[in-house]
């Protein structure tokens, strides 16, 4: 298995393994958008982020990245490489990035790092699982190339007690258009 952890850079993007020194960066960039945490899994916008955060670093199944804007330096995120398996798939979530860089070209350039990324160490299908509540995530996923290959009914329970159906989406390398 391939280790997924390095810095990578596109333009305004700096995508680098998350680190102790992160943790309060991350936070305020979390406090951003308290709306948000409703459609998570996890709360990482308030009381429940060191338990999340927690969760986050301590899977041995997750790589965790730090997302820094190059314009300001500032770290405006996370996202994580989750359940990388012997059959050559990844899946690409666990994903925060606050409201100043959502909806353009930096949520696009970041992707693309980790889909390049995973394609060049080997992998040959990068999924992407998102709660269906979240039109917005699933339009960009989409605009990324990657299929919607199904919804999984009710197969997780968020930190709010809500039952999510997630969907799928799927994106193979014969598929990635860059």
Not at 18 to 38: G, N
Not at 59 to 72: G, Q
Not at 117 to 143: C, L, P, W
Request: net charge negative; aromatic share 10%; hydrophobic share 40%.
């Amino acid at each position: 298995m391939a280790d997924l952890s390095a810095i990578l850079e596109r333009g305004d993007v700096r995508l680098e393994p998350f680190e102790e020194r992160h943790l309060e960066p991350f936070r305020a960039a979390c406090a951003l958008d308290q709306e948000v945490w409703q459609i998570y899994p996890v709360n990482l916008g308030g009381d429940g982020f060191d338990a999340s955060i927690a969760m986050f670093l301590g899977s041995p199944e997750w790589t965790n990245f730090a997302v820094i804007d190059r314009r300001s330096g500032k770290l405006v995120g996370m996202t994580n490489y989750i359940r990388p398996n012997m059959f050559g798939v990844v899946e690409i979530g666990g994903t925060y990035i606050e409201p100043s860089v959502r909806g353009g070209a930096f949520n696009r350039a970041m992707k693309e790092l980790m889909i390049e990324h995973a394609f060049a160490n080997r992998f040959e299908k990068v999924e992407f699982r998102v709660d269906t509540r979240n039109a917005r995530s699933m339009a960009a996923v989409e605009k990324l190339g990657a299929v919607r290959e199904g919804t999984i009914r009710q197969d997780m329970v968020t930190w709010t007690g809500y039952r999510r159906d997630t969907a799928l989406f799927g994106l193979l390398k014969s598929e990635w258009q860059g």
